[in-house]
């Protein structure tokens, strides 16, 4: 595993390295700080996250109503349906977090082509791949998110 993150970060250097002795000029941008400042996004991981404190409460609940059953067949019936009501509820909360994951990235990408382009920018980095040069467009990226229609 060490090797593979080695020889990634190495790839990675070279082909900043390449680019910025072809491109005029490189952005950079902080994407933890785009994710934690566009609303949509920050919207969209709260709802996520309320969605999990209510299938954990529902848990919590169901963990009260099966304590009170006395029948060893009973408890084993409730605890069958319980579980495919779970795991509905789960999968439905881990479809939403893909979706709105997707809607996020999708929305982010077409920023950093609107901003790389309005900025005559080749192209757009991690900020954790730049050492060195290059703009940083974070928070143009973030403006720009946060004043679109979704």
């Known amino acids: ?3 593979f993150k080695f020889i990634l970060t190495v790839l990675l250097i070279m ?3 390449n680019i910025s002795a072809n491109a005029s000029t ?3 941008a902080d994407f933890d700080k785009v994710l934690t400042e566009y609303t949509f996004a920050r919207n969209a991981y709260k709802d996520i996250d309320n969605k999990l404190l209510e299938l954990q409460q529902y848990a919590i609940d169901k963990d009260k109503q099966y304590k009170a059953i006395d029948s060893p067949i009973q408890k084993k019936t409730f605890e069958e349906q319980i579980q495919k009501e779970f795991q509905s509820k ?3 909360i881990y479809s ?3 979706q ?3 809607v996020i990235r999708e ?4 920023a950093c082509k609107s901003v790389a382009s309005s900025k005559k920018l080749d192209a757009i980095l991690d900020y954790n791949v730049v050492y060195a040069g290059g703009v940083d467009v974070t928070n143009d990226i973030i403006q720009y998110l946060n004043t679109q229609k979704k």
């Not at 929305?107 to 077409?110: E, G, H, M, R």
């Open 90 to 92: 789960e999968d439905k």
């Open 100 to 102: 709105k994951e997707k």
């Open 15 to 17: 082909f900043a390295a």
């Open 26 to 28: 490189i952005g950079y």
């Open 96 to 98: 939403l977090k893909t």
């Open 107 to 110: 929305n982010v990408l077409a």
């Open 1 to 3: 595993m060490f090797k």
